[in-house]
């Protein structure tokens, strides 16, 4: 498989995202528990960076609309609720969908390998 290295293995950390890019690609590569997950750096929802969202455990939230997203299998837990970061009442969720159903995001192939980390940008299947 075609990876690139993106990173030496101490600058991927628990609770923090690192940003890269392969090929144009933007990914964001994490720390869960020891293992490293990579996903492409696209919000299903539109298409927005999720470089400056809040990382909690295997958690990333989206910073425009609050979308949650599990790091390392991609799979969608909670769909937009926030404009900018700021909560908003229920009934204006699918407003602030506009029409997007809930989506995961784009999982990529990694491994760590003497002491760095490599991403594929061939999406894992599902
Ligand atoms: S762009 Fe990510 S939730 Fe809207």
């Known amino acids: ?8 293995s101490e ?12 090929e144009g690609t ?3 590569v994490s720390r869960v528990n020891g293992r490293i997950c990579a996903v492409v750096d696209r919000c299903p929802h539109m298409g927005m960076s999720l470089a400056r969202g809040k990382v909690e455990g295997n958690v ?3 910073p425009w609309h609050n979308s949650r997203f599990d790091l390392c ?10 404009v900018l970061g700021l909560p ?3 009934w204006t969720h699918r407003a602030i969908a506009m029409g997007k159903a809930p989506a995961p995001l784009t999982t990529l192939p990694c491994e760590e390998r003497n002491g760095e980390v490599w991403v594929s940008l061939k999406p894992q299947p599902r």
């Open 26 to 28: 933007r990914i964001l």
């Open 11 to 22: 600058e991927i950390r628990e609770g923090e995202l690192f940003a890269s890019r392969i």
């Open 73 to 82: 299998t991609g799979r969608n837990l909670d769909w937009v609720s926030a």
């Open 1 to 8: 498989m075609d990876m690139t290295r993106v990173a030496p």
């Open 60 to 62: 990333v939230t989206c």
């Open 88 to 90: 908003m009442p229920k």
